[in-house]
């Protein structure tokens, strides 16, 4: 791209970005610049990762380490990140959930040639939107081998919201090759597979074999460390601290609690939402939520974590009060003080900043189901061979996600926020996300956005294996 089709795109971007202040998306109005560049240098390499004492992992990684490093900018700043490949297989990054130049989205074969074995790309853009995302490997199933970090873009205004700050990165650890498990899943899911529902799509595959529908994965990673391995927080009884939690895991859906503590959503896919005090929290994959807590309880306290399709919570991370013992008795199951206390619903969510108006957009809808084969479709196609959804620019859209299918999806949309659909008003007064869970048979998720970002954007499932297997669309905006 020459240097004048690159100004004009700003230039052009920054304009449509104030017409969507006037429908209520003002969050996206562009910072002022400051010209100060954040760089990194990414080197995606095969490694060995000691994810517990002495249990190795042999896996890849960005600069040998999983997570790769936490990338922070200041809205207003411009982050430039040069990414090396060192694997023998081509490879990009994709900045999740950041509204970014379609050029720089990191999706191979859509917004750019993958990089190949030796090759290197620089990708740059504009730090507009503060707020908690991660970046990840886009191609085909390399996220579950560690090929993931979190990035955080601070508000130009300082926010005095806690006294510090923790990452928690969640991760499902696979510690053999993500192609293998996707060949075992494969051969062991034909017809039924992972789940068709309803009427005569059940079919004969009923008496087909076991299904497998998720890797084997050995345990979770929190920050890239064997869950119950995991390091130890310290904290000071009266002072508050906030927990950025993403879940970067190809295939679990986590759920998160603190023992003794109540937990204060503030954000959730970066996007400030009116305080809520909860016990425990669902997080999809590609999700996150920015959570407050109090210190007010002297102890040492268990910060759970794990699949929420088990009793037995993955991590355990100890919380650990000035002057206490920094040991933990262990915890065989989830506590029944959180698992029967107050759980995040969407429904609770607000967004902090006002609420979006305007006429109701276009209504496409989206039917989630498992198709043969082992593929996983949107209204009956796979990817890529699914139909575009072609969108005007400056076009208001509902998206109207149907899950026919039994497991969960965490449906994600590039380039672009999306607000919730309240279902009972009908309203769209619900949070302002990029992520969000459709559960599964017959759950139904609206949400609303602008399509105010142009060029090829993807919007599919964030379980790998899903987005593998065809539960993808591209949308073309413009
Ligand atoms: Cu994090 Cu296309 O996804
Ligand atoms: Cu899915």
Redesign the pocket.
């Known amino acids: 791209m020459s240097a004048l089709v690159a100004l004009n795109r700003r230039s052009f971007l920054k304009q449509s970005m104030v017409a969507v202040g006037v429908l209520g998306f003002s969050r996206l109005v562009q910072a002022q610049s400051t010209g100060a560049v954040r760089e990194y240098r990414l080197v995606a390499a095969p490694a060995d990762i000691e994810v517990a004492p002495g249990r190795i992992w042999n896996t890849w990684a960005y600069n040998g380490q999983v997570p790769g490093p936490t990338i922070r900018a200041t809205q207003g700043e411009r982050i430039r990140v040069v990414l090396e490949n060192r694997l023998d297989v081509p490879t990009t990054i994709?900045w999740?959930g950041v509204p970014l130049p379609n050029a720089m989205d990191g999706?191979p074969d859509v917004t750019q040639e993958p990089v190949p074995p030796g090759g290197r790309f620089i990708y740059e853009f504009d730090a507009n939107v503060p707020g908690t995302y991660f970046y990840?490997s886009?191609v085909g199933l390399q996220l579950d081998r560690g090929l993931l970090g979190t990035l955080v873009i601070e508000p130009a205004e300082p926010e005095r919201l806690a006294d510090r700050e923790f990452l928690l990165l969640l991760d499902d650890w696979l510690p053999t090759s993500p192609d293998d498990a996707m060949a075992a899943m494969m051969v062991t899911t034909p017809g039924t597979g992972g789940g068709m529902m309803g009427g005569g799509m059940m079919g004969g595959g009923m008496a087909g074999p076991a299904s497998v529908t998720e890797p084997p994965y050995a345990g979770s990673l929190a920050n890239g460390q064997l869950g119950t391995n995991a390091e130890s927080v310290s904290v000071v009884r009266g002072e508050s601290v906030r927990f950025r939690i993403v879940n970067g895991s190809a295939a679990t859906t986590h759920r998160v609690g603190l023992l003794g503590h109540r937990l204060t959503v503030t954000h959730t896919d970066g996007q400030a939402v009116e305080s809520v005090e909860v016990d425990t929290l669902v997080i999809g994959m590609?999700e996150r939520y920015d959570v407050v807590v109090r210190m007010d309880n002297s102890g040492t306290w268990p910060l759970l974590a794990g699949s929420v399709d088990s009793a037995v919570p993955g991590i355990v991370l100890p919380v650990v009060y000035a002057g206490k013992r920094p040991t933990l008795a262990p915890v065989q199951v989830w506590p029944p003080s959180l698992t029967s206390g107050k759980r995040l619903a969407y429904s609770d969510l607000r967004p902090r900043d006002g609420v979006a108006v305007g006429s109701p957009g276009r209504s496409i809808p989206l039917t989630l189901s498992a198709g043969a084969n082992g593929a996983w479709t949107i209204n009956g196609q796979a990817y890529p061979n699914a139909e575009p959804i072609q969108v005007r620019l400056g076009e208001r859209l509902r998206f109207q996600f149907r899950n026919m299918s039994m497991l969960r999806h965490p449906m994600?949309l590039?380039g672009h926020f999306f607000q919730l659909v309240d279902r009972t008003t009908g309203r769209v007064s619900g949070p302002i996300k990029d992520t969000v869970i459709v559960e599964p048979m017959m759950g139904a998720v609206d949400v609303e956005w602008v399509a105010d970002n142009p060029g090829r954007w993807?919007m599919?499932c964030?379980h790998a294996y899903h987005m593998e297997m065809g539960m993808v669309r591209e949308v073309r905006v413009g």
Do not use: E, I, P, Y
């Open positions: 994709h999740h999706v990840h886009h590609g994600h590039h993807l599919h964030h």
